[in-house]
Structure formats: C-alpha cells, structure tokens
C-alpha cells in the first residue's frame, strides 16, 4: 500500500447519518424519514430517483457540517436539510473522501460515485445566489451495492480496501 492509499484509507471515528428525505415524484416535495429500505441498483425505495438501475445518482449525501456554510452564504442563521433536495444528511466524516470508495450506513453498502453538484431549484429553494451558495458544498452521489435497511443515528464507515 502506498502512503498515499494508507492516508486515504485512515479515517478518525466513524460518521453518523442525521437525516432522511425522498421526494416521491420529481420536484416534489421532500418527505422526512426516521428509517428506510434501500435496494442494490436502484435506491431509497418510494424515491422517484430509484428507478431505472443505471443511475450513479441513487443516493445523494450532504455533510451536516456543510449547511451553516450553504446558510452564511446566503445571508440566513440556517437551511433544513429538505430544502437542499438531498436524501442523506450525516456528520462527523469527510463525504469528499468517500466520493470514489465504498461505505456502510446500518445494513446498506453504498459506493461514492462523485460529487452532487446543485441543481436550478436551488436558486428557487434558498433565493438569489443559491445555486452558487450550494457550489463545493453539495457533497455526493452513490450508487447501492448492497441494500438492506438505514435508520437515522446509523454509523457512516469506510470500508476497508
């Protein structure tokens, strides 16, 4: 292993999932979740993004640590995870660092596919200047290797390689 694959591969403490949402249809509004069953090559069930199989944007995953900076730029005190249109929100681990790696939340295996860059409802959702508030902090898409069920307060790991 290289130094360079043995600094990437070391993470402190393991993240935690804080949030769950899908959107049932597209633009729709975002349902909040406690728990939810995600399936291997398509994505969180009752989401309209989990359908075709081939999507690299199954799942999408934004850093907790991330919206006080999203809320700054746009001039707010805060932003709730709903209006981002992300599924996942979750703490405590550099996301940026799992975009090309495989990683657990609860019984799920998911795999960093890239980042998530914003969408146009983002200016629409957190007014002027939003899509560019959401630029390099708009975290990432995965895919599902593995599905099973994630419940909020799950560990977020790296799995090893």
């Known amino acids: 292993m290289s130094e360079m694959d043995e600094l990437t591969s ?12 899908i959107a049932t249809k ?16 398509t994505g969180i069930d009752g989401e309209h ?7 690299k944007r199954q799942v999408t995953l934004i850093q907790k640590e991330h919206l006080p900076a999203v809320a700054a730029l746009i001039g707010r005190e805060s932003v709730s995870p709903d209006l981002l249109r992300r599924n996942l929100v979750v703490s405590g681990i550099n996301l940026v660092a799992l975009k090309e790696r495989q990683f657990r939340i609860g019984d799920v295996l998911l795999e960093g596919t890239g980042p998530c860059a914003p969408c146009s409802l983002m200016e629409y959702n957190l007014g002027d200047g939003g899509y560019n508030a959401m630029r390099g902090h708009g975290g990432i898409c995965a895919q599902v290797v593995e599905g099973g069920a994630i419940r909020v307060g799950d560990d977020v ?5």
């Open 157 to 161: 790991t790296a799995v090893s390689d």
């Open 10 to 21: 070391n993470f402190p403490r393991p993240g935690r999932l804080e949030w769950i949402g």
């Open 26 to 41: 597209r633009r729709g509004s975002i349902q909040t979740l406690q728990e939810a069953t995600l399936q291997a090559g």
């Open 49 to 55: 993004h989990a359908t075709s199989g081939k999507s």
